[in-house]
């Protein structure tokens, strides 16, 4: 599906310090493609699901759409920080490419008197609310993640920490992934030989901390600047919370022992 | 364990998965359970000294491993140390040390909390055994310490009963 998605994962690993900023790898165009197109092919199908008898182009739509928008000179250097998140604009220029299209078959059709979409109504009915949009924000948020912890994952491998992957895969991912049990400290002590309980927990603060600053340096590869990124996580916060049914959590800690 | 790569079962789940990992970049996410406070405590007691003494940055174990006081002890665990009928003044002073030392660095809650725990039970095993406070703590701050970790349900009840001990002791000086 999507051969070069490997390769583009393999950019440099980033050591210690969130990066500034990875701006200018957004004009590596190839990658933005090869990164994102899958969400993209996930959003455009939303789209065109109101126009049913244009969902068998939808595959040349998105073709056209990437040679001639994010292949074509210029397009990315729209993608101004200033001008808002990334993901945004992808999304509203693909929606107007794609409005743009279907006018202009149905234009044609019309000359031709066999209109199937009122074109007066197509502007609105594309434009509407939009729901389409969260299958675009899941498909990029799937992606981005996955990214984050091949990286992760390959960072472990690099610096020889492989205990800190296995540990924060059998203790995070796989409970949040596969609604598997998490298995208890005990067990988890005794797989990994964990000698002591600053030994188990700096494991597995550090595979966290690990997490954070990969999902840190994946987005900085599209939006610039730690506010921007830590904007753009919150905002895919809100997406989920948006999915999610409302869930309140707390943690207790008595603290009385002041005088330590 | 199964091979499954995780990295891709992030493409099979929905959103309430996807947050949960999303809410590991958050730095005030618990790392362990509150059930889970009895395995961590009880794992430190089972600790080897010597792994968890050796990251304190004021202790010279090579000293202390030829003080005869010590030797015997080092390679046993903080539960030998603390329920020892004549126990390493010194090695418990250095045990202390760790124990603030973690309380003061640890990010996470629960590992302050056992590391707390560790550090009044030194002190109380200090003025059982040997009729000694091993740190300059007040009467006062003891006592809300050995109060605090007398209620928590995770501390065995040996080590239970050496602070309530020490905590009587308290009450009988004043």
């Given amino acids: 599906m999507n051969p070069e998605r490997q390769a583009s994962s393999a950019s440099p690993e980033l050591s210690g310090e969130f990066p500034v900023t990875a701006w200018l790898e957004v004009t590596d165009r190839k990658k933005v493609v090869n990164q994102y197109w899958v969400a993209l092919k996930a959003y455009l199908g939303g789209l065109l699901s109101r126009f049913p008898e244009y969902r068998i182009e939808a595959d040349d739509f998105l073709q056209d759409f990437i040679k001639d928008k994010i292949l074509h000179p210029g397009w990315l250097e729209k993608a101004d920080p200033n001008k808002g998140r990334f993901r945004d604009l992808l999304k509203s220029s693909l929606r107007n490419f794609v409005t743009g299209e279907i006018r202009k078959r149905e234009a044609a059709k019309r000359g031709g008197n066999n209109s199937l979409v009122p074109l007066d109504e197509l502007e609105q009915e594309i434009a509407g609310p939009e729901p389409v949009s969260d299958s675009f924000d899941m498909a990029w948020l799937q992606m981005l993640l996955s990214e984050t912890l091949e990286k992760m994952k390959q960072g472990c491998a690099i610096s020889e920490n492989n205990h800190i992957w296995k540990i924060f895969e059998v203790r995070v991912l796989r409970p949040a992934l596969e609604g598997v049990e998490a298995p208890p400290y005990e067990e988890l002590v005794a797989q990994f030989n964990l000698r002591s309980p600053a030994q188990a927990t700096n494991a597995l603060a550090t595979g966290k901390r690990m997490f954070a600053r990969h999902l840190r340096a994946v987005i900085a590869q599209y939006e610039t600047g730690d506010k921007a990124v830590r904007a753009e996580i919150e905002s895919l916060r809100l997406f989920l919370g948006k999915l999610l049914p409302a869930t309140g959590t707390n943690s207790e800690f008595d603290k009385s022992s002041k005088g330590l | ?174």
């Fill in chain 2, 1 to 174: 364990m199964n091979d499954r790569d995780t990295t891709q079962t992030i493409f099979m789940s929905g959103p309430a998965g996807l947050a949960r990992i999303l809410d590991q970049n958050q730095k005030d996410t618990a790392l362990w359970g509150p059930d889970e406070m009895r395995a961590m405590w009880r794992h430190q007691l089972r600790a080897p000294l010597d792994a968890d003494l050796s990251t304190v940055q004021s202790a010279n174990l090579a000293v202390l491993r030829l003080a005869p006081e010590t030797s015997g002890f080092l390679d046993k665990s903080f539960e030998n140390l603390l329920h020892n009928a004549k126990p390493s003044l010194s090695l418990l002073k250095v045990s202390k040390q760790f124990a603030k030392q973690t309380y003061r660095d640890a990010e996470d809650p629960q590992l302050k909390e056992i590391a707390a725990a560790l550090y009044y039970a030194c002190y109380a095993v200090g003025m059982v055994a040997h009729g000694q406070r091993i740190g300059g703590m007040s009467s006062r701050e003891l006592a809300g310490g050995f109060d605090w970790a007398v209620g928590r349900i995770w501390i065995d009840e040996p080590t239970k009963r050496l602070i309530a001990q020490a905590r009587e002791l308290l009450k009988q000086s004043s």
